[in-house]
């Protein structure tokens, strides 16, 4: 007999019984049925990665969440919420709903929640998809990308966020003016125009902060919980925090490429760099450092896509999404000691990456060290330097703009549940992930 599942020897001791921590305390005493020796190891809950698009059903070739789980366990991630595109048909009402949680539980080695799309036309089941455990509804404000997920008009938008509110649904949005960015990329293309350059004038910072105003005046009007995503400027995280200063229940997400890559990179490295909103120039990345204390969570927006929907002449037509779900939390590590002064301190990023991912989206038992929470946790060396390198990316495609940059730390062991599903580079796969959905439903 054993008095512990697992027994995790460190500073601090941990112990997990029934996929449960049961005991935390210096020297625990006690017999368990495996123990592992961390002496050295950074522990951190495991990361709850809020923003993947690992496009099943529908679009498997693009990524797919066997896949798509593994780079997320190989970087320390135990839960990830899935968009609802790029999937095909797009997680729009219950049928939706229910074909994307059965391939996910099919395949995936991480624990994951799903996300409800807002578009026009499927107000009338905004309540099916809050009564399937959707964590939220995504709608975009502009151009999605995808022709079976259309953006939303200020007045669909007003409306779903009004029965949103009434069901207790946060809504995110993808915040960047359609009227500005159709008509600049217009101007830019019909000028000639089709390169990195031309993208990037397409897509200014004040088109993103034209939408989270018009986001914020909605939310405030029907009094629903708003979530702006992949902020990629300090200036829009300045909007969301004026907004909660006034009482408006609102949030931002940024990603790691915001904080490590500028537009500099999207120049030199072309699409592979692609994303939307893009990357910003210097002072844009500065300021967006300068503001993380009011950024609520961080995660990947993993949007990958076979390489040939990459290499395009014309820059416009490339896919714009960064293949980034496997290094989330490896960055922000990385980040954090190469800037002396970086707000990015080791309790600060498992705040943004876990703590305030369960807490926002109201997922129980998940996201802290804490006794009777899911034994999530991810082991790390910070002594472990290494290189990025295409042959140790997970993806169904192997590329990413995080490849040859160095990094000063490595995922040794990523556990869910109090079960081992990565470690020293191989995924282990004898867990399979569970759903995970809101308190509220």
């Known amino acids: 007999m054993f008095d512990f599942d697992l027994l995790i020897r460190n500073d601090t001791d941990i112990a997990v019984s029934e996929g449960k921590f049961v005991a935390i305390g210096r020297h625990l005493a006690g017999s368990a049925r495996d123990e592992i020796d961390a002496t050295g190891l950074a522990i951190f809950p495991g990361v709850m990665d809020a923003h993947v698009h690992f496009n099943e059903p529908g679009r498997t070739e693009w990524e797919g969440f066997a896949t798509g789980s593994q780079a997320a366990a190989a970087g320390g991630t135990t839960t990830v919420f899935d968009m609802p595109l790029n999937a095909h048909p797009p997680t729009i009402d219950g049928p939706s709903f229910d074909a994307k949680r059965a391939a996910a539980e099919q395949s995936s080695i991480v624990d994951f929640g799903l996300w409800g799309g807002l578009i026009p036309g499927n107000s009338g089941e905004l309540e099916t998809l809050r009564d399937r455990g959707a964590v939220g509804l995504k709608a975009f404000m502009c151009n999605s990308g995808i022709g079976d997920f259309p953006q939303v008009d200020r007045s669909t938008l007003r409306a779903g966020m009004q029965i949103a509110a009434e069901l207790g649904l946060l809504v995110a949005v993808h915040a960047e003016s359609e009227e500005s960015t159709r008509d600049l990329t ?16 397409s897509r200014p910072v004040e088109a993103e902060l034209d939408a989270i105003k018009e986001a914020i005046e909605l939310a405030h009007e029907t009094r629903c919980k708003l979530h702006i995503v992949h902020v990629s400027s300090g200036r829009g995280v300045a909007l969301t925090r004026e907004a909660r200063a006034e009482g408006i229940d609102i949030t931002c997400e940024t990603c790691p490429h915001y904080l490590v890559l500028t537009a500099s990179d999207m120049r030199k490295l072309g699409a592979i760099a692609k994303c939307s909103p893009p990357l910003r120039e210097l002072i844009d990345f500065r300021d967006l450092s300068y503001r993380l204390a009011d950024v609520a969570t961080i995660g990947s927006d993993h949007s990958p896509s076979p390489p040939e929907m990459k290499q395009r002449t014309n820059f416009f037509e490339a896919w714009g999404g960064i293949s980034g779900c496997q290094h989330l939390l490896p960055l922000l590590l990385t980040a954090a000691t190469d800037e002396a002064s970086s707000p990015l301190t080791p309790h600060r990023i498992a705040e943004l990456t876990s703590i305030n991912v369960a807490q ?15 034994a999530d946790l991810t082991l790390v060396d910070r002594r472990d330097g290494h290189e990025i390198s295409m042959k ?8 990413s703009p995080y490849v040859g940059r160095q990094l000063n730390c490595r995922v040794v062991r990523t556990i869910l549940r109090g079960q081992t599903i990565f470690q020293h580079g191989r995924t282990e796969t004898p867990a399979r992930g569970r759903f995970v959905r809101p308190l509220f439903s």
């Open 392 to 399: 140790d990316l997970r993806y169904r495609h192997k590329q």
């Open 186 to 201: 217009a101007a830019r293309l019909a000028a000639g125009g089709q390169t990195v350059a031309d993208y990037l004038e």
């Open 360 to 374: 926002r989206f109201g997922i129980p038992g998940k996201g802290r060290i804490e006794i009777g929470f899911d």
